[in-house]
């Protein structure tokens, strides 16, 4: 019953921001990585940022110095802050995470729902 929910999703104008954030509920033992992926029409799905357990991130070269990711270990959330957002930032957003639902069991990924970010120009 692993269950990640976004949210934060919407439209915005180009040069703008958005935060979004991703809670993880369930029945959880332990999260390594967190992360957000998007996926535009026509596209695959690609790495936007991750973050591990002890706090190391890895950005999209799309991404740095733009988007910042962070975490909440105790809650089990992951957050994605886009500024300066450009309308190829068009996509559906994913929440990623790779997580054990109890001890002795290998690290499994789940994914959200995805929320739409739309970006006019």
């Known amino acids: 019953q692993v269950q990640l929910v976004e949210s934060g999703g919407g439209l915005v104008q180009s040069g703008g921001s958005l935060r979004l954030s991703c809670a993880a509920s369930?029945?959880?033992?332990?999260?390594?990585?967190m992360g957000w992926y998007r996926q535009a029409p026509g596209q695959q799905r690609e790495l936007v940022a991750t973050i591990t357990s002890g706090g190391s991130t890895n950005y999209a070269d799309s991404a740095k110095g733009r988007f910042t990711i962070s975490r909440d270990n105790g809650k089990n959330t992951a957050s994605l802050q886009m500024n300066s957002l450009q309308p190829e930032d068009t996509a559906v957003y994913y929440c990623?995470?790779?997580?054990?639902?109890?001890?002795?069991?290998?690290?499994?990924?789940?994914w959200g729902q995805g929320t739409q970010v739309t970006v006019s120009s």
């Open positions: 369930g029945s959880i033992f332990r999260i390594n990585d």
């Open positions: 990623y995470a790779k997580l054990e639902r109890y001890w002795g069991e290998r690290y499994s990924d789940y």
